[in-house]
């Protein structure tokens, strides 16, 4: 096995290219990863020791009370750099024995060096405090020209073409070419299926001659039955923030069939949103949708916690004891008003089945920040809404009242037929503000699409659209976000947008040395395959992908596919590392040396029945990774396969374990 991996190349590796402006490339790679483990705690959102805020280059250009904290471009002359010497007086962290290592000094040196080449902005004012909600774009001093606005009636995708080339441009960028139909097929099978194609399907799309080919493949797609399945795959542990330990009860109580039904369906993103927030279903496909506030069992803050990303595109869980240290604009107040949303709702057991009730009252708490302040838990949310409610008296004792209620909760140990709901209910509000005049919905949803297309976010990390991470494509981002609301939130019209651009059909080849940042989207980014795409294309790749009648052969898949989600759990990696862990599960796994035993209709007996050594290796390529051997890795191949005549299907395993073991397998490209 070890020899059959050796004899073939690794093709893939994560590059992190350099940055077009090397200040912001070393704030985003190391100054503000190394302020915010060392020196927030006293100069955040919190405190700010000495009146120094080291949240933002802006902040640390206001200086603090002993003046300016750096001299852009001269390091010595900087306050910042000196205090962080070993024996400065004052020293900077306080304790000594926390002393920054003379890599980490040689960064922040190096960052102030840049700031003295950096492009400023003639109007700082205009993008240092953005509104609430808004994602902070600093402008570019570079643009001579006015930007192109484009009319709404410009398709998607050459507007994303329009903008993307208009960044090219600016940043003396070449793009790559153009991917070839091989590599299309591919990428376009994993994004929208979920899987690789079968042999059958990538030389169908090859031998066409067709010039709207492409076009005529992603609409089969997204109209096929792979594509709900594979979108229900991905938001399930979007939503659920994980793949948790209940996929037999999200399997019983509707909730892969609610998602997968939405998907296959194209219902709206916010009808979505709205019937997961309020947990009423008033039809049967909306049933299943309840689980997504039942499976928090009665735990309001996961709920908010939850909640955050989807409607608004933020992490709110470093609000729940102080303001945000790094983002201003997401307060305390946000984060306990999201949870006073949820804090009268908890499961019930209906006649119809799991359920979410809600009290008409109570629910009136408090939150202390640390200052000892003690302050009322308001419908405050993270755009700037703020719902208005009566509140009792302080001492007061609440009545329930049936009259407060569309749907009076049952008299004591009967089961309700359905779940209580008040008739001023806190979760409809929240449902409406987040659907109905909220930016960040759309801008959210349309950001992570984004990332899942291309392997990163107009905003990286994806659901931390505060203003310590300015879109790389601002005016993208917002036209997109517009245009989806204005379709109505159709999923599929924005995926195939996205996936009929430029930008997504670039080749994974950069053109010039070094490449340029991923954030510019001029070459095709490595993705790393998720645990239910790897383990479906393995199951194509072994010709298991349609079922099988073998019992073994099932029992494996079965088995195997909770072994891939063990194994590979991130989804949405902020940087991908490949680990150990992996790397063995490929080589020990006795589940994929069962898929790989020779069995009628699958891969390896297909193969085998081929009598040339050199049409083995060509089908087995073709059919792992989707392309044809080059030369060395043919001879190779071949000759590790000759070496073994006299046991021809061992040999041939172990070659197709290789190949599935491999990086290029592992990631889209």
């Given at each position: 096995?070890?020899?059959?991996?050796?004899?073939?190349?690794?093709?893939?590796?994560?590059?992190?290219?350099?940055?077009?402006?090397?200040?912001?490339?070393?704030w985003?790679?190391?100054?503000?990863?190394?302020f915010?483990?060392?020196?927030?705690?006293?100069?955040?959102?919190?405190?700010?020791?000495?009146?120094?805020?080291?949240?933002t280059?802006?902040?640390?250009?206001?200086?603090?009370?002993n003046?300016?904290?750096?001299?852009?471009?001269?390091?010595?002359q900087?306050?910042?750099?000196?205090?962080?010497?070993?024996?400065?007086?004052?020293?900077?962290?306080?304790?000594?024995?926390?002393?920054?290592?003379?890599?980490?000094?040689?960064?922040?040196?190096?960052w102030?060096?840049?700031?003295?080449?950096?492009?400023?902005?003639?109007?700082?004012?205009?993008?240092?405090?953005?509104?609430?909600?808004?994602?902070?774009?600093?402008?570019?001093?570079?643009?001579?020209?006015?930007?192109?606005?484009?009319h709404?009636?410009?398709?998607?995708?050459?507007?994303?073409?329009?903008?993307?080339?208009?960044?090219?441009?600016?940043?003396?960028?070449?793009?790559?070419?153009?991917?070839?139909?091989?590599?299309?097929?591919?990428?376009?099978?994993?994004?929208?299926?979920?899987?690789?194609?079968?042999?059958?399907?990538?030389?169908?799309?090859l031998?066409?001659?067709?010039?709207?080919?492409?076009?005529?493949?992603?609409?089969?797609?997204?109209?096929?039955?792979?594509?709900?399945r594979?979108?229900?795959?991905?938001?399930?542990?979007v939503?659920?923030?994980?793949?948790?330990?209940?996929?037999?009860e999200?399997?019983?109580?509707?909730?892969?069939?609610?998602?997968?039904?939405?998907?296959r369906?194209?219902?709206?993103?916010?009808?979505?949103?709205?019937?997961?927030?309020?947990?009423?279903?008033?039809?049967?496909?909306?049933?299943?949708?309840?689980?997504?506030?039942?499976?928090?069992?009665?735990?309001?803050?996961?709920?908010?916690?939850?909640?955050?990303?989807?409607?608004?595109?933020?992490?709110?869980?470093c609000?729940?004891?102080?303001?945000h240290?790094?983002?201003p604009?997401?307060?305390?107040?946000?984060?306990?008003?999201?949870?006073?949303?949820?804090?009268?709702?908890?499961?019930?057991?209906?006649?119809a089945?799991?359920?979410?009730?809600?009290?008409?009252?109570?629910?009136?708490?408090?939150?202390?920040?640390?200052?000892?302040?003690?302050?009322?838990?308001?419908?405050?949310?993270?755009?700037?809404?703020?719902?208005?409610?009566?509140?009792?008296?302080?001492?007061?004792?609440?009545?329930?009242?049936?009259?407060?209620?569309?749907?009076?909760?049952?008299?004591?140990?009967?089961?309700?037929?359905?779940?209580a709901?008040?008739?001023?209910s806190?979760?409809?509000?929240?449902?409406?503000a987040?659907?109905?005049?909220?930016?960040?919905?759309?801008?959210?949803?349309?950001?992570?699409?984004?990332?899942?297309?291309?392997?990163?976010?107009?905003?990286?990390?994806?659901?931390?659209?505060?203003?310590?991470?300015?879109?790389?494509?601002?005016?993208?981002?917002?036209?997109?976000?517009?245009?989806?609301?204005?379709?109505g939130?159709?999923?599929?019209?924005?995926?195939?947008?996205?996936?009929?651009?430029?930008?997504?059909?670039?080749?994974?080849?950069?053109?010039?040395?070094?490449?340029?940042?991923?954030?510019r989207?001029?070459?095709?980014l490595?993705?790393?395959?998720?645990?239910?795409?790897?383990?479906?294309s393995?199951?194509?790749?072994?010709?298991?992908?349609t079922?099988?009648?073998?019992?073994?052969?099932?029992?494996?898949?079965?088995?195997?596919?909770?072994?891939?989600?063990?194994?590979?759990?991130?989804?949405?990696?902020?940087?991908?590392?490949?680990?150990?862990?992996?790397?063995?599960?490929?080589?020990?796994?006795?589940?994929?040396?069962?898929?790989?035993?020779?069995?009628?209709?699958?891969?390896?007996?297909?193969?085998?029945?081929?009598?040339?050594?050199?049409?083995?290796?060509?089908?087995?390529?073709?059919?792992?990774?989707?392309?044809?051997?080059?030369?060395?890795?043919?001879?190779?191949?071949?000759?590790?396969?000759?070496?073994?005549?006299?046991?021809?299907?061992?040999?041939?395993?172990?070659?197709?374990?290789?190949?599935?073991?491999?990086?290029?397998?592992?990631?889209?490209?």
């Amino acid at each position: 096995m070890l020899i059959a991996a050796i004899l073939l190349p690794v093709l893939a590796g994560a590059v992190t290219p350099a940055a077009a402006d090397p200040a912001d490339a070393l704030w985003n790679a190391h100054i503000q990863p190394l302020f915010k483990e060392n020196c927030i705690k006293c100069h955040g959102g919190v405190k700010h020791k000495g009146g120094i805020d080291l949240r933002t280059i802006d902040s640390i250009r206001s200086g603090g009370e002993n003046g300016p904290a750096i001299v852009e471009g001269t390091p010595n002359q900087s306050l910042l750099f000196r205090v962080l010497q070993p024996g400065a007086d004052p020293h900077m962290p306080p304790d000594e024995e926390k002393q920054l290592g003379s890599e980490q000094i040689k960064w922040v040196e190096t960052w102030i060096r840049s700031l003295g080449v950096t492009t400023q902005s003639a109007d700082p004012d205009a993008w240092k405090n953005p509104e609430p909600g808004a994602t902070a774009s600093r402008p570019d001093a570079r643009r001579d020209n006015p930007p192109w606005i484009p009319h709404w009636t410009v398709p998607a995708e050459k507007v994303i073409n329009r903008l993307v080339r208009q960044v090219w441009k600016e940043d003396g960028i070449q793009p790559s070419r153009r991917c070839d139909d091989a590599t299309f097929v591919r990428r376009i099978y994993l994004d929208l299926a979920g899987r690789i194609p079968t042999l059958d399907e990538r030389r169908q799309f090859l031998e066409s001659t067709s010039p709207e080919k492409r076009e005529a493949l992603i609409d089969s797609l997204l109209n096929g039955n792979d594509y709900p399945r594979h979108m229900r795959e991905l938001f399930d542990v979007v939503l659920m923030e994980g793949r948790g330990n209940s996929p037999a009860e999200r399997e019983s109580n509707g909730w892969y069939q609610y998602l997968e039904a939405s998907f296959r369906e194209n219902r709206p993103w916010n009808e979505m949103v709205r019937s997961m927030i309020l947990a009423r279903p008033n039809q049967p496909d909306d049933k299943g949708a309840v689980w997504f506030l039942y499976e928090r069992r009665d735990n309001h803050q996961a709920m908010a916690e939850a909640v955050a990303p989807v409607a608004y595109g933020v992490q709110v869980r470093c609000a729940q004891c102080h303001n945000h240290p790094l983002a201003p604009e997401i307060k305390q107040k946000h984060y306990w008003g999201l949870v006073a949303a949820f804090n009268r709702s908890r499961n019930v057991q209906t006649a119809a089945g799991p359920g979410v009730a809600e009290s008409a009252i109570g629910g009136f708490v408090k939150f202390t920040n640390l200052e000892k302040e003690s302050q009322p838990a308001i419908l405050a949310f993270p755009d700037g809404t703020v719902i208005p409610e009566e509140r009792p008296e302080a001492d007061a004792k609440e009545e329930d009242d049936p009259g407060a209620y569309v749907i009076a909760p049952p008299a004591e140990k009967e089961k309700p037929e359905s779940p209580a709901q008040p008739r001023f209910s806190r979760r409809e509000k929240l449902a409406e503000a987040v659907v109905e005049n909220n930016q960040g919905l759309a801008r959210a949803f349309v950001n992570r699409v984004w990332a899942m297309l291309l392997g990163r976010g107009f905003v990286h990390p994806v659901d931390e659209m505060d203003s310590t991470h300015p879109a790389s494509h601002p005016e993208l981002l917002d036209w997109l976000a517009k245009d989806f609301e204005r379709s109505g939130f159709d999923i599929k019209r924005l995926i195939r947008s996205v996936v009929l651009s430029r930008p997504y059909q670039l080749d994974a080849r950069p053109r010039s040395n070094p490449p340029p940042a991923p954030s510019r989207f001029a070459f095709g980014l490595e993705k790393p395959l998720s645990a239910e795409v790897l383990y479906r294309s393995v199951l194509v790749a072994t010709g298991n992908g349609t079922g099988t009648s073998d019992a073994i052969a099932a029992a494996a898949g079965a088995e195997l596919g909770d072994a891939f989600k063990a194994a590979f759990p991130d989804l949405f990696p902020i940087e991908y590392n490949a680990n150990l862990a992996q790397a063995l599960f490929f080589s020990n796994n006795t589940h994929l040396d069962a898929l790989l035993q020779s069995r009628e209709g699958g891969t390896l007996s297909r193969v085998l029945k081929l009598e040339e050594p050199g049409a083995r290796v060509k089908t087995a390529f073709e059919t792992v990774f989707g392309r044809l051997p080059d030369p060395e890795e043919e001879e190779a191949a071949i000759a590790f396969l000759s070496d073994r005549r006299d046991k021809p299907e061992t040999g041939l395993r172990h070659l197709m374990w290789a190949l599935l073991s491999s990086a290029e397998f592992q990631l889209n490209h």
